[in-house]
């Protein structure tokens, strides 16, 4: 099946219901339609290569113009707005792009310097949308075809083009929603980038396709997410944990606003225990965790409100032959672990990609012998099939031969009153190998101490575990999705 088959039959068959809500205005099914073979018909009339890049903000543009490229037949490469303008090019040149869709704003985010260089703009705000364009019959995708490019962030060097097809995220939105019990009544608030695989698929692709009415907005900011809160009490809130942090420390932000969610959910990385414990005494709220790759389409697992674990991402998703399959793998060996055994984490189902773009070898170096992707996380699952990451392989500090993931140290920093947040890598010792090395973000108005933070780590972790020092920085590097970025923080150890 086609990625955008389900989505355009739901426009055409409920063309009358609210769709879509962003910062500009509202759309209903039609709307998304008719502005979809606009964008479709532009793309033929401008683009002779079969991927077609998308520089957009958050909202009903992008699954616009996402749909126009599908009808058109090509495939989407969502472009990151936030990479330096070197690392854009990277994207566009790599991706073989010779149009790009996006609006004015867009560029002078990205400014003069960061417009992609060698392409056709096709400006969605210099387009006229009134009247229907011709009546075409939309390109019919097989499940094999390459349906979207999706660059990784690029935690480790030059990003790379995850190739996801039409079967893989046809398979992950069929999983999700034979997991979940979504309904048309829901409106989900979507406040993660659409060029992000959580953007693309949990906040785009899979509200359109069930029909969930979903609201946008470009930048997150906690004050307007609060009233976005209020006006139109939504059921479903998916986000990253500095999101909720930022939440949890809105001065105006009420129990009550919280109390439409049905599902709030977490990904993109660990969520902190001060962060967890701050939404269930101040809003009452129960965050459950979910688990994803890029490569995976992205969602592998998802702890349901009524089977939480704290500290568990969940069950994998979907059911029966197509639903995910998980191992739990020894880092050394490669034999299967049983219950409760920290390993790698593999995956395997429908939904993973069909792998690198101009990248084979990388692609095969991905696999296993059963066709399991290495995800190069640790993590063990319990007794009933909930998975737990405990770790990331590539992340691991050896000390003196003990085995130290940096997520451990930084649950206990985050702990410290003075850390609003922290990040943990390895740094080189003649005698053990090497030791941890801390980087914190400080509370506004708390000192810094060097030495209470690391007696507090003392009196909470193992000798071999306590980070070795402690530096202060004003910022956490991350990536656009919030993510700590250990690669840069080694290269200041």
């Known amino acids: ?106 560029l002078d985010f990205v400014k003069e310097e960061g417009t992609p260089k060698g392409v056709d703009l096709i400006r969605l705000d210099q387009m006229s949308f009134k009247g229907m364009p011709p009546l075409r019959w939309p390109h019919r995708a097989n499940p094999d075809d390459l349906g979207v490019l999706l660059y990784t962030s690029g935690t480790s060097g030059k990003p790379k083009g995850v190739m996801l097809t039409h079967g893989n995220i046809a398979a992950n939105i069929r999983q999700v ?178 792998g690198y773009f101009k990248r084979e070898e990388e692609t095969r170096a991905m696999f296993d012998e059963q066709g399991f992707l290495r995800t190069g996380d640790i993590g063990r699952m319990d007794d009933d099939g909930h998975l737990y990451i405990t770790g990331r392989l590539k992340e691991m500090i050896i000390v003196g031969g003990e085995n130290v993931f940096p997520r451990e140290i930084e649950e206990v920093l985050n702990r410290h009153p003075t850390v609003k947040a922290s990040g943990v890598v390895g740094g080189h010792d003649p005698m053990r190998g090497e030791v941890p090395v801390a980087f914190v973000e400080i509370n506004d108005d708390a000192e810094f101490d060097e030495r209470s933070i690391i007696t507090f780590c003392r009196e909470h972790l193992a000798g071999y575990k306590v980070p070795r020092s402690v530096k202060r920085l004003d910022a956490l590097p991350r990536n656009p999705t919030g993510k700590v970025m250990r690669r840069e923080l080694k290269t200041m150890v």
Not at 85 to 92: C, T
Request: charged residues 20%; proline residues 8%.
């Open 1 to 106: 099946m086609s990625i955008h088959a389900p989505i355009l039959r739901r426009l055409l068959f409920h063309p009358f219901r609210p769709a879509i809500v962003d910062d500009i205005r509202s759309y209903k099914g039609i709307e998304l339609l008719v502005a979809a073979m606009h964008v479709a018909r532009e793309i033929d009339r401008r683009s002779k290569k079969p991927h077609v890049g998308l520089l957009l903000p958050t909202s009903g543009a992008f699954p616009i113009a996402a749909l126009g490229a599908w009808i058109a037949g090509r495939v989407v490469v969502p472009l990151n707005y936030l990479l330096k303008p070197d690392e854009l090019q990277f994207v566009v040149e790599d991706a073989e792009l010779d149009a790009v869709i996006t609006v004015g704003p867009m």
């Open 177 to 354: 929603l034979d997991f979940v019990d979504f309904s048309t009544r829901d409106v989900m608030l979507g406040v993660l980038p659409q060029f992000h695989s959580f953007g693309i698929t949990a906040l785009t692709l899979l509200p359109l396709s069930a029909g969930i009415k979903v609201v946008y907005t470009a930048r997150f900011m906690p004050a307007k997410i609060m009233k976005l809160m209020r006006d139109h009490r939504p059921t479903i809130l998916i986000a990253i944990p500095s999101m909720y942090n930022a939440l949890l420390h809105a001065k105006d932000a009420q129990k009550e606003d919280f109390a439409s969610l049905r599902y709030v959910v977490s990904g993109g990385e660990p969520l902190p225990q001060a962060v967890f414990d701050g939404f269930r005494d101040r809003f009452g709220v129960t965050i459950n965790e979910g688990y994803g790759l890029t490569e995976t389409a992205p969602i592998s697992n998802w702890c349901r409100p009524h089977e939480f674990r704290r500290g568990s991402v969940g069950k994998p998703v979907g059911a029966g032959p197509s639903a995910v399959r998980e191992r739990i793998v020894d880092v050394d060996t490669g034999k299967d672990l049983g219950p409760n055994q920290d390993g790698e984490v593999r995956i395997a189902g429908p939904n993973v990609m069909r």
